[in-house]
């Protein structure tokens, strides 16, 4: 049985903030910034919870899986935008890292009254992407009992897909539906109940965390360099370009000329420049050491 909404930490009214609407600009922000910095140690009690859920993930994405994150309202919006900053910034298929919102792509910039309610669409959305025992399915809810993620979560569970949730309350129905439970429970918001607030920016940290660490374990960084970013504007193509010339060592032109030849590719371009190969060489050599610059350097 779901708890009522009334108990849920998120939901308290703090007595320090109940006068908010009387105070100086200055001294609202202060208070709200003060609450948003309990935030980050709220997260780091979760981080044994947050590594086991990352390395199960990663582990199904290597063997070909995808990452699906399910949520409503403020965190079906973070979990969209999440998973939309994958492609760009990991050079990733868009089908590899999935948000899915209640109600729709409608929902991402007006609320969808009563969305959040139909665990029947939640499960729907989950049968519709065909998920199964690869999958990671990734529910988030500031609650943690958003009927809409709880379908999903059901629905993927009875696929074999893994099972993650991630809510800011202790004890939520929806770490019971998940094999792996994170809760990261920030306590009662400025505006009391507005969890765009602190369970947002919690969430969003947490889901920083899930998609960053993981492409790392999937050797879609070189160190702490973005080498499988999609060059798609001025900023990026320069950014490749950096990143060629500081690993490789070599100068503008060669740089430039190498990643013309690789199409964009910094990989591709790092081992044409290291290797002294073609394109269509060192596209072979990085698939055999399945697509990790690291290896394919020193092999």
């Not at 629905?155 to 129905?173: H, Q």
């Amino acid at each position: 049985m779901i708890d009522p909404l009334p108990e849920l930490s998120t939901e308290q009214s703090d007595p320090r903030y109940s006068q908010i609407d009387r105070l100086p600009t200055e001294q609202i922000a202060r208070l709200m910034n003060q609450a948003d910095a309990a935030v980050p140690a709220a997260v780091a009690v979760a981080i044994p919870a947050i590594s086991a859920a990352i390395d199960a993930i990663s582990a199904r994405m290597a063997e070909g899986g995808r990452l699906l994150y399910v949520g409503a309202g403020t965190s079906g919006r973070l979990a969209v935008l999440d998973a939309s900053e994958c492609p760009p910034t990991f050079g990733t298929d868009p089908s590899l890292v999935q948000g899915i919102i209640a109600g729709g792509p409608d929902a991402l910039t007006r609320s969808v009254e009563g969305a959040e309610d139909d665990p029947e669409a939640g499960g729907a959305a989950i049968k519709d992407l065909e998920a199964g025992p690869l999958d990671s399915v990734v529910g988030v809810s500031a609650s943690g009992r958003a009927p809409f993620v709880l379908g999903a979560l059901a629905e993927a569970s009875g696929r074999g897909a893994l099972t993650v949730s991630l809510s800011c309350n202790a004890g939520a129905p929806l770490s019971a539906a998940a094999e792996h439970a994170i809760e990261v429970v920030v306590g009662p918001e400025v505006v009391a109940g507005s969890t765009r607030l602190k369970a947002g920016t919690a969430q969003k940290l947490v889901l920083n965390m899930i998609s960053t660490i993981s492409m790392v374990k999937l050797g879609r960084t070189y160190g702490n360099k973005m080498i499988e970013m999609s060059a798609m504007n001025t900023k990026l193509a320069d950014r490749a370009l950096r990143m060629v010339s500081d690993i490789t060592g070599a100068d503008h032109d060669t740089a430039s000329a190498a990643l013309d030849a690789a199409g964009g590719q910094a990989k591709i371009a790092v081992l044409m420049i290291q290797h002294g190969l073609g394109a269509d060489e060192a596209r072979a050599l990085l698939s055999s050491h399945g697509e990790r610059l690291s290896d394919a350097l020193s092999g």
